[in-house]
C-alpha cells in the first residue's frame, strides 16, 4: 500500500476563526489529491480536486473562497476552511492516487481524516 | 460512473467468511470495480479491485460474475476489527486525473460479531 498523512487528527476553534488541514503522500508523489467532507451518518462527499502547480477544482455548491486549497508539491496539499462556523463542523479526508506505469494499478489512498468542530 | 447497490447491513460470525454483494448491473466496458472499507472515524482504507477476473489479495477475495453485473468482496475469516462500513465502487481506471475521484454511496455496515 501507500501512506497518505493528514493532520491535525482533530481541531476545535471558535467561529470566525481559519483553519488549515494538511494531507502528504509520505511515500509516493501525487499529481492529484482529493478533498471530501462527511457529516454524521453520511457518506462522504468529494468537495473539490486538488491539482499540483494549477487551481482547485470545486464540486457544484462547494465555496472555493471558503475553502482554500493549496497543492504546492507533489506531496503536500492543503485545505483552509476560512472564517469557520458550526456548520462547517466536519469530518474532512484528503486522498492522494498514486501513479503506475499501469494504469490498471491506479489507486487511491486516503488520509485517516480531521475532525473539524467549530464552537 | 455506474451506480452500484448494496445492502445496507449485514451480520458476520467471527471466524466466518464474511460475503458482501454489490449490484452494478450498468457497469460499462472500461469500468473496474473497487472495494474500500471506512472503520469507524477513520478515512477509507482500499481493499480490492478488479475488472472481470476474480482478485485475491492479503485482505480478500474479489468474485465478479461473468457478466461484469454483480461482484461479491469475501473477507475469508473475518474479525472483530472487520466491522466497517464497506463501498463498493465502479468507475473507470485513470492516470489519477481529475477523473479519479470516488463517487461512494452509503455502503454495507458489516459487524463482525463474537
Known amino acids: 500500500g501507500a501512506v497518505v498523512s493528514q493532520h491535525p487528527s482533530r481541531v476545535i476553534c471558535k467561529s470566525g476563526t481559519s483553519v488549515k488541514i494538511e494531507c502528504r503522500s509520505l511515500d509516493f508523489q501525487a499529481t492529484t489529491m482529493f478533498w471530501y467532507r462527511q457529516f454524521p451518518k453520511q457518506s462522504l462527499m468529494l468537495m473539490a480536486t486538488s491539482n499540483e502547480g494549477s487551481k482547485a477544482t470545486y464540486e457544484q455548491g462547494v465555496e472555493k473562497d471558503k475553502f482554500l486549497i493549496n497543492h504546492a508539491s507533489l506531496t503536500l496539499s492543503t485545505l483552509t476552511v476560512t472564517s469557520a462556523h458550526p456548520e462547517d463542523s466536519s469530518f474532512y479526508i484528503c486522498?492522494?492516487?498514486?501513479?503506475?506505469?499501469?494504469?490498471?494499478?491506479?489507486?487511491?489512498?486516503f488520509g485517516a481524516g480531521t475532525r473539524l468542530s467549530v464552537l | 460512473d455506474a451506480k452500484t447497490t448494496q445492502p445496507t447491513s449485514m451480520d458476520c460470525a467471527e471466524g466466518r467468511a464474511a460475503n458482501l454483494p454489490c449490484n452494478h448491473s450498468t457497469i460499462s466496458g472500461n469500468e473496474y470495480v473497487y472495494w474500500y472499507r471506512q472503520i469507524h472515524s477513520q478515512g477509507p482504507q482500499y481493499i480490492i479491485h478488479?475488472?472481470?477476473n476474480n482478485e485475491t489479495n492479503e485482505m480478500a477475495s474479489l468474485i465478479i460474475t461473468e457478466d461484469r453485473k454483480s461482484s461479491t468482496l469475501i473477507l475469508p475469516h473475518a474479525t472483530l476489527r472487520d466491522t466497517a462500513v464497506y463501498y463498493c465502487i465502479v468507475r473507470v481506471a485513470d492516470y489519477g486525473g481529475s477523473q479519479g475521484n470516488l463517487i461512494f454511496g452509503k455502503g454495507t455496515k458489516l459487524s463482525v460479531k463474537p
Open positions: 486522498s492522494a492516487s498514486k501513479q503506475v506505469t499501469r494504469v490498471t494499478k491506479n489507486i487511491q489512498y
Open positions: 478488479g475488472l472481470k
